[in-house]
């Protein structure tokens, strides 16, 4: 029986050592074991554009977008014989790539999309090679991208930064990014309507990288900030007249009728509250938008309070107190209120 077992042992130990050892490099599988290069590292120029953004997740805190990836690099384990192919071009697949890196001894250069959250849909990838050993890998593919910087404080007056970011998997010491502009930026038909998009910036940077080593990392970083007239229109100026009316109500003599009014108006900003609060993002903390309404909302519910403390204060035969301290409410207290809210709001929040 011992001799059975470590037979079998030998035998599996054999098996194991014969497979190669595969990493995903393009999407695609590549050799993990590398050497050194004795002509420092391999430069690879690198382009990422983004067609279109799919949608902008504030809660989650994440974005969709289609993007185009173009990595272009030269090495003479790839070049070909241009008059025994009968072509200065070869287009082929990623699998096929992968077995003509594998006869040439070629370790493919694995990256990683390091902000890509969930799978990564590829609409379409190819690899053009050239007779001198360069190689251009174009990929269009759509992900969710992660979106950590987000920050609604200032919503809606808020101006956000997105990220796409490609780590090698080996280190800087074998790899190196380079930009590529004019391969760059952001498309022209983006399909998004709430944000408007702008300077888009490509870079690259060392960090550490999985190999717990300095690695390359190239970044598309852009900025976007909201269509404010939405926002003012259907946001701000509805609640700007609520208020209006609110202060209205000061003017009528009858205080029976100004309780009725202020009820009335405090309903109709219930609803507004309501109304808008599937639009509003739910998030762990306070945001501009948020601060307004509740302040605006705790003022003109003591407004209501107030009418009935001069009601009361009527009932009592002190009407002329009561007008007195009416006449203060109208010219000085109900706006300074309101002005110095919204001034501290803009203050702390903007």
Same mark, same amino acid.
């Given at each position: ?16 050592? %014969? ?39 504030? @809660? ?64 379409? !990838? ?15 593919? !759509?992900?969710?991208? @992660? ?50 998009? !702008? ?46 009316? %609110? ?29 808008? %609060? ?23 519910? !003591? ?48």
């Amino acid at each position: 029986m011992r001799t059975l077992a470590f037979l079998t042992i030998l035998f599996f130990s054999a098996f194991l050592h %014969s497979i190669p050892a595969q990493a995903e490099g393009f999407g695609t599988k590549g050799y993990s074991e590398i050497t050194p290069p004795d002509g420092g590292p391999q430069e690879i120029a690198v382009g990422i554009k983004v067609d279109q953004i799919t949608f902008v997740d504030q @809660q989650a805190e994440n974005y969709g977008a289609v993007i185009t990836l173009v990595m272009r690099m030269e090495n003479p384990l790839l070049a070909f014989d241009e008059a025994e192919m009968g072509s200065d071009i070869m287009s082929l697949t990623i699998d096929e790539f992968r077995e003509y890196a594998r006869d040439r001894k070629f370790n493919i250069p694995i990256f990683l999309l390091h902000n890509q959250q969930g799978r990564r849909f590829v609409q379409q !990838s190819t690899i053009i090679l050239r007779p001198n050993g360069q190689f251009t890998f174009v990929e269009r593919f !759509s992900a969710t991208m @992660q979106a950590p910087h987000f920050n609604f404080r200032r919503y809606p007056f808020d101006t956000q930064t997105f990220f796409v970011e490609i780590m090698s998997v080996f280190p800087a010491s074998h790899v190196t990014y380079v930009p590529i502009e004019e391969l760059s930026g952001l498309g022209d038909l983006l399909g998004e309507e709430e944000w408007i998009l !702008s300077n888009p910036q490509i870079s690259t940077r060392i960090v550490p990288g999985p190999t717990e080593l300095d690695t390359a990392q190239i970044q598309l970083k852009f900025s976007a900030k909201r269509h404010v007239q939405y926002y003012l229109l259907r946001f701000m100026l509805p609640l700007l007249i609520i208020l209006f009316v %609110s202060w209205a109500t000061f003017f009528l003599e009858e205080y029976r009728r100004r309780i009725d009014m202020a009820n009335a108006n405090l309903l109709v900003f219930v609803a507004f509250n309501f109304a808008i %609060s599937t639009s509003l993002p739910k998030l762990g903390y306070l945001t501009f938008l948020d601060s307004l309404l509740a302040g605006m909302f705790l003022i003109t519910g !003591s407004m209501v309070i107030v009418n009935i403390a001069l009601r009361r204060l009527k009932l009592m035969d002190r009407e002329a107190l009561a007008r007195k301290i009416d006449l203060y409410l109208v010219v000085w207290v109900y706006p300074l209120i309101y002005a110095g809210f919204t001034f501290w709001a803009v203050q702390f929040f903007l």
